[in-house]
């Protein structure tokens, strides 16, 4: 143990005493592990962060919708792409029904918590003067109003009433008081809004102010033309529309305790053999967003596993960088290893000290490469809006990798000045 720290002290000053060589000779191993530990904090990050956001937006909900059957729905890397009708293809028929969903909660009260049901009006605009406000006309009902948490400024939510009656009132962002009231939240209360969807006049008023929350949003670049979601009760989006409630696609709330994958394909095997059976053309498909994140965390690991093996090759270039200065400091020191010998040093002696020298050359490049690439990786992550989550799994393996090129790549010139003849290095000039 005393001869193996005298050997890492002994390396260590040859680093020191020769600092640009040194660097040079660590510069392949640097670039690789900064790299390869580069590549997956970032991947890590993107990762971390998309867990989070799906956990926030209920990762185990599943999606249950209407698609087309035949060749509508393609696999990829297990996630399911289902290319839905657009609604002029539709009958009445066709569509989910609250009948069709108050079923299935019968049927399965353990595994549906509620069922959030949704209907867009449309896009469209609010106007005074030169003013305006975008908005997205969007009715909810109550489970689905529930579940987006929203933060109330002023006013007050939808009660019961509002959405059994089909009460014409609305709830607007503080996005939309900033451009129409000047961020006044409190003077809008009461008042009637007119909407402009494709250039028909939809008229609601405003019962609550709710805060926007940018950054779970996809919104655009200008602050003022951000589109802001107007939340109505959900039957009054359908009287809006002049239509009876019917769906396209519904979100099902499920337990924690609920088997996803099971329940999904349980569930479109009963909603298809009891509602869709004599349909020729649509069908009932389910999705999850765990599903979903699975898919995306193995396409992802797979991507940084193959830009890890490119970054990797540097490695290779390193150890051979590191075998060559090796190779060079057995030639310069040709002497001291015979002095040694002739003092009755034995080969594994030799061959010990100078692949520790390799090992201990080729581990400092590596901790120096851990350092940049966990730097690089979270710079990179920051500048691409997730948060950090630097790979400890890259971190533990780089260092092993690191000795490991240590010992490959040195035991060769290691060897080679264990079987140095004493005599024949003493006479070395």
Do not use: W
């Not at 937006?57 to 990829?76: F, L, Y």
């Not at 009876?244 to 994958?261: G, H, L």
């Not at 509602?275 to 020729?280: A, E, F, I, Q, S």
């Not at 053309?281 to 699975?294: A, D, G, K, Q, R």
């Amino acid at each position: 143990m005393t001869l193996l720290f005298e050997n890492i002290r002994l390396a260590l000053n040859g680093v020191r005493a020769n600092k640009t060589r040194s660097l040079l000779t660590m510069l392949g191993i640097i670039i690789g592990i900064a790299s390869v530990i580069g590549i997956m904090t970032v991947s890590n990050s993107m990762t971390g962060t998309m867990q989070e956001q799906m956990l926030s937006n209920g990762a185990t909900n599943v999606t249950m919708g209407v698609s087309q059957k035949s060749n509508s729905t393609e696999q990829s890397g297990g996630m399911n792409f289902n290319f839905g009708p657009h609604r002029s293809n539709m009958s009445d028929d066709d569509y989910i029904t609250d009948e069709m969903i108050a079923d299935i909660e019968e049927k399965y009260p353990d595994d549906i918590l509620g069922i959030q049901k949704t209907e867009s009006v449309g896009t469209g605009k609010v106007s005074d003067g030169s003013s305006y406000a975008n908005v997205e006309v969007t009715g909810y009902n109550a489970q689905a109003f529930e579940d987006e948490d929203l933060t109330l400024l002023s006013g007050r939510t939808f009660t019961e009433k509002d959405q059994t009656d089909a009460k014409k009132v609305c709830l607007v962002s503080d996005y939309y008081c900033n451009n129409l009231l000047n961020g006044d939240t409190s003077s809008i209360i009461g008042k009637q809004i007119s909407v402009v969807i494709n250039k028909k006049f939809y008229h609601y008023t405003v019962i609550g102010v709710y805060e926007y929350d940018a950054e779970s949003s996809f919104s655009s670049s200008s602050t003022y033309d951000t589109a802001t979601t107007l939340y109505l009760p959900l039957l009054t989006a359908f009287e809006s529309l002049h239509k009876d409630p019917q769906y396209s696609q519904v979100t099902i709330v499920t337990s924690t305790t609920t088997d996803i994958e099971s329940f999904m394909e349980e569930l479109e095997n009963y909603m298809n053999k009891r509602y869709y059976r004599n349909n020729d053309n649509f069908e009932i498909s389910c999705s999850s967003m765990s599903t979903m994140l699975e898919s995306f965390t193995s396409m992802l690991s797979t991507l940084s596993l193959a830009f890890s093996i490119i970054a990797g090759i540097s490695l290779l270039v390193g150890g051979i960088g590191v075998m060559n200065i090796m190779l060079v400091s057995i030639q310069e020191r040709t002497r001291e290893i015979g002095t040694r010998k002739a003092l009755g040093a034995r080969n594994s002696s030799i061959r010990t000290q100078f692949i520790v020298e390799s090992i201990v050359l080729c581990l400092v490049g590596g901790i120096i490469g851990i350092i940049l690439g966990i730097a690089i990786g979270m710079i990179a992550s920051s500048k691409m809006g997730y948060s950090a989550y630097p790979s400890v799994q890259g971190i533990i393996f780089s260092v092993a990798f690191s000795m490991a090129i240590g010992v490959f790549f040195g035991y060769y010139p290691a060897n080679k000045a264990a079987k140095m003849n004493p005599i024949d290095a003493l006479r070395y000039e």
